[in-house]
């Protein structure tokens, strides 16, 4: 808008001077005034779509670009602090057995690469022949690995074994236990069942050494 005005200023000065070569000096001045207020509101209406003219069309700015969400990183086993070992009623551990160990990559089947995972495959069941609240996985006494998510594969041939319909759905399988925080060398680990409260388990007498390499 301010380049407008400029433009018409300089167009008044120039017709007022060619105009004043003909015409007397009063007249001039009244007429200058005129068209100049004329070419005032001529700019000022294209400008800004008074008295019925179309305003300027604002340019609206570009949308940002999108946040790309975050990708979730991979889901890990969670260590769980030490729980209280209690025995189970009347003194009887649950029954359990741990059938492989899988990802090994020693000839025994129970040697592991550093930082690797191991999986554990097997069943366990209460004392009263019915499946558990959930197990967990505890290696070297002390460290206790929720595999409650992975309880419950059918496992008919146990049930069949003991003559318990009950104990169908009490085996479990590929339960992940990282390998990452344990030093070389042998290692426990035992199935124990949790109790109903899960705040403690029963030690099950299901165990078996691996070696982290």
């Not at 007249?27 to 068209?35: D, Q, S, T, W």
């Not at 069309?57 to 030490?82: H, L, R």
């Not at 492989?100 to 069941?125: D, E, I, M």
Request: no cysteine; glycine share 10%.
């Amino acid at each position: 808008m301010v380049l407008a005005l400029i433009g018409a200023t300089i167009a008044f000065f120039l017709v007022r001077f060619f105009v004043s070569l003909v015409v007397p000096r009063a007249m001039l001045y009244n007429a200058g005034g005129a068209v100049a207020a004329v070419l005032f509101l001529l700019v000022f209406w294209s400008k800004t779509g008074l008295f019925g003219g179309q305003p300027p069309v604002a340019v609206a700015p570009a949308p940002a670009a999108p946040i790309a969400a975050p990708i979730a990183a991979p889901a890990k086993p969670v260590a769980y602090a030490p729980l209280v070992r209690l025995s189970s009623a009347p003194g009887k551990p649950p029954q359990a057995a741990i059938d492989a160990l899988t990802h090994a990559v020693g000839p025994a089947g129970n040697v592991f690469a550093a930082g690797s995972t191991v999986y554990v495959n097997g069943w366990a069941g209460g004392a009263d022949k019915k499946p558990l609240s959930g197990i967990v996985i505890v290696v070297d006494h002390h460290l206790a690995y929720d595999a409650t998510a992975q309880y419950g594969v059918l496992r008919p041939d146990v049930a069949k074994a003991f003559n318990a319909p009950a104990m169908t759905a009490i085996g479990f399988n590929g339960v992940p236990l990282p390998t990452a925080g344990l030093v070389r060398g042998p290692h426990l680990l035992e199935i124990a069942g949790l109790t109903p409260d899960k705040k403690h388990y029963w030690l099950s007498p299901a165990k078996v050494t691996f070696i982290v390499q």
